[in-house]
Each structure stands twice: as structure tokens, then as C-alpha cells.
């Protein structure tokens, strides 16, 4: 107990300390609404697990967006807006995460995360759609796109994975290079951290992997800590984290799609990231000897926040080659 008590105070210390300072402004090209009104655009689907936050826009090409740890979907608010006049946009937050209920005794596993997502699709009635993820929502798309190539095999395809679109994230176990935090957080000493877990813990470590000049502004960070908190969010992440081991548990089923090249697919990576940067677009290109990627030079692990326009843009362009 001792030991653990000290190893609380090195933490508090090392964690809640220092650190780099908001950017002045926002790096995006809309002004962000407030957490309060973001709830208010949604609703909530009901699944055997709990009530998950879902969030609807526009007509047209249906894409979901599947967001990262720890934060949820309103991580997408401007991108979406740029993107919902000419596609019906489709958003959840994982269960666990941001407005979705957080039960406390369950496998926050991806394979109930992505029971979930088919059940959402099931209810929105979607027979076609293209995936847009980041973080750990990648894993999640991972695993869709395995179950996709499954049912393909079968003659059981519930509806056509048109395409996926991985924004920075760990599509290679071995190339994920999480934060001290992190580490610390998905091992045994995580669950006496995370009721502990401060507003300053959480934007000093999250601001870290941003690119120096599209730092979000503290009004952002106010309104995701503030997400985070719903049903006391923050208390979870020792179990959310979980996913780390998961992707190298299952790497072979998580990275065979990639491969195969079978499911059209597009890397927009910001080089910045210390987590999943650059050094992910390297090892996608040794082991695919492919080039469907896109460098975003100065942006961290965060592009539909700092560089909303362009991957927008990016979006569009990936949506009409399809076509």
C-alpha cells in the first residue's frame, strides 16, 4: 500500500505539472458549439449494454466517424458541418465514452463496441457506407472491415463497407507508441490513478500531441473534459485502455485487411504525432508497398481538429473515387 501511495504522489507530480500552453485561438474553421449543445444535437439508441449517444447530419453518401480515446464523437463537430451538405453523416460515442452510459462491471472489449456500432447501422437501416476512424476508433473499423471480408466470404454481408479512411491511429501494434500516461493507466496501478485524474493531468498529456501552431483553445479543452466527466467518465480509462493489448492480441485479424488491399482504403496521417505519426505511414508503406496515403506536415494526432478544410477535402475526393 505504501509503495502504491508513493507511486500516487510521483504522478500527481510528474502529471499535473507543467506542460504546453492552448493555442490563443482554434485551429479549426468553425466555431465550436458548447458540450451542452452538442447533447442537445443527439439522441440515444438503446443497446443490451446501455444507452449510446448517437448524433445524425445531413443526406446523402452515409459515412460514420468513429472517434478516439479518451475523448468522443464531438471530436468531429466542425468536420462534420463542412461535410454535411452533400453526405448523411452518422456519429456515436463508444460505450464508455462521451455521452454514451458507462457501466462499471463489463469488458469494455472491441468486439461489444462493435456489436454496438452493426446495431446502430441496423437501426439507421444502412446498406452502404464508408468509415471514417481515428485512435481507437481504427481498431474498431479494423474489425468491421475483418467481419466485412467474414460475411463476404459467407454470402452474409449485412451492408457494403464501401471504404475506410484511418486518420492517426494504432493500425500497427508495433508502431503505437502511447504516452507514459497511458501505459501507466491500461497497467495494474490504473485503477487507483483514475479517480485521480485531473483536468490538468488530462490537458497537459492531450496537448502534448498536437503540432505546435494547431493547439486546440481552452475553450475546446473546457468543453471535452467536460464530455469526459458525464457519469464520471474519467474514472474508466484504466478499462477503455484495455484496447492496447487487444490490438496486439489480435494484430493477425486486425491487420490482414489492410494487406489484402480488398477494402478500398486511405491513410491521412498527421506527421507530428509522437503517438501514431509518421512513423506509422513508414510501416504501412514497408509491409503494403502501397501509397494511398496522405502526409498532413505540422499536424499532430488530432487532423479533423487541426486541419478540418483539408481533410475534409480529403474526404470528398476519396468519396467521388469511388464513385
Sequence with gaps: ?????????????????????????????????????????GSYILSKYGK???????????????????????????????????NKLLLLDFLGYGYSDKPKEIDYSYKIQVDIIEDFLKQKKVESLIVVAHDYGVTAAQEMMSRALD??????????????????????????????????????????????????????????????KTRPSQFELDEMWKIMNYQSGQKLAHKLLHYIQERKDNRERFVSPILSGSIPLLLVNGSDDPVS???????????????????????????????????AEIISNFIKQLK
Design 52 to 86: 449510446i449517444f448517437t448524433v445524425e447530419k445531413g443526406e446523402g453518401e452515409v459515412i460514420l466517424f468513429l472517434h478516439g480515446f479518451p475523448t468522443s464523437s464531438y471530436d468531429y463537430y466542425t468536420l462534420t458541418e463542412l461535410l454535411k451538405k452533400d
Design 151 to 212: 460475411r463476404k466470404k459467407n454470402n452474409s454481408e449485412t451492408y457494403n463497407l464501401k471504404g475506410v479512411i484511418f486518420l492517426n491511429g494504432g493500425i500497427f501494434p508495433e508502431s503505437h507508441k502511447p504516452r507514459i500516461i497511458q501505459s501507466i493507466l491500461a497497467s495494474s496501478f490504473g485503477k487507483y490513478i483514475t479517480p485521480y485524474i485531473t483536468k490538468g493531468m488530462f490537458q497537459k498529456n492531450f496537448l502534448e500531441v498536437f503540432g505546435e
Design 1 to 41: 500500500m505504501i509503495n502504491k501511495i508513493i507511486f500516487f504522489l510521483f504522478l500527481v507530480f510528474t502529471f499535473n505539472c507543467g506542460g504546453v500552453d492552448p493555442g490563443e485561438k482554434s485551429p479549426s474553421s468553425i466555431p465550436w458549439i458548447s458540450a451542452d449543445d452538442w447533447k442537445l444535437s
Design 277 to 311: 505519426g509518421e512513423h506509422v505511414v513508414k510501416r504501412y508503406v514497408e509491409l503494403t508497398k502501397r501509397d494511398n496515403y496522405v502526409s498532413l506536415p505540422e499536424i499532430g494526432h488530432y487532423p479533423q481538429m487541426e486541419a478540418d478544410e483539408k481533410v
